[in-house]
């Protein structure tokens, strides 16, 4: 079992250039999320998902786009990276439901430079 | 608006005194309420959530609805407790707001 992984773990990009981050959970979660982690900002959410196919905007979504096709998989995308997208990116998920109350479980984190 | 504030970015303590990370937290509704733990070089891991009122590591926080409040509080403070703590409220809609993370010291 190995909950929530993301690939890759580094990244450095060229400001314009695009990418997609990866999110993987194999533990049945419904919800998905995609946040960043920035000094002195805490982790502030960019996009996430109820379930396969949907996807909400959360409180940073400008610049990044997400899909959800399969349940396990979570991307996130950036069509042209700027400066401003250097980053810890960190992926959660959590289930249905609130048996678990609503603990969410982290991924290992990507860091992203963009030059 | 829904927003969580944590008025200390550092805090420094000596082994065995008390600890006390505050949180304050903006929600119109009942409020879901948790507190997440980051050592060095691992991802986040839930420490405690209001609403199971358990205590986990030594470590309590109690929801104090007048205050807005969730603060964590600990006796006494040990060297494996220096981390980044983060508190964090679920919102509408599932999502879920942090705050901008206390990073403890705890100094032998």
């Known amino acids: 079992n190995a909950g929530v992984t993301q690939t890759p773990k580094f990244r450095v990009l060229k400001t314009g250039q695009s990418m997609t981050l990866l999110c993987a959970q194999d533990?049945?979660?419904?919800?998905m999320y995609w946040y960043r982690q920035d000094p002195g900002m805490g982790l502030r959410l960019i996009h996430y998902?109820?379930?396969?196919?949907?996807?909400a905007k959360g409180e940073v979504p400008d610049g990044y786009n997400v899909s959800r096709l399969k349940k396990q998989n979570f991307l996130l995308g950036l069509e042209s990276a700027a400066p401003s997208q250097t980053s810890v990116y960190f992926c959660?998920?959590?289930?249905?439901?609130?048996?678990?109350?609503?603990?969410?479980?982290f991924g290992p984190g990507t860091r992203l430079t963009v030059l | 608006a829904q927003r969580v504030t944590q008025p200390e970015k550092l805090l420094s303590v000596f082994k065995g005194a008390p600890v006390e990370l505050k949180c304050n937290y903006s929600?119109?509704?009942?409020?879901?309420l948790f507190w997440y733990v980051q050592y060095s070089r691992q991802r986040l891991q839930l420490l405690l959530r209001?609403?199971s009122r358990e205590s986990i590591k030594g470590f309590t926080a109690d929801l104090n609805k007048g205050e807005t409040s969730f603060h964590l509080k600990k006796p006494f403070a040990q060297e494996e407790d220096s981390a980044m703590y983060y508190c964090?409220?679920?919102?509408?809609?599932?999502?879920?707001?942090f705050g901008t993370g206390t990073s403890l010291t705890v100094i032998p």
């Open positions: 964090a409220l679920r919102g509408t809609g599932n999502q879920f707001y």
């Open positions: 533990m049945n979660h419904e919800y």
């Open positions: 929600y119109s509704g009942s409020p879901e």
């Open positions: 209001h609403i």
């Open positions: 998902s109820v379930g396969e196919g949907t996807t």
């Open positions: 959660a998920s959590h289930r249905r439901g609130t048996s678990e109350g609503n603990e969410q479980f």
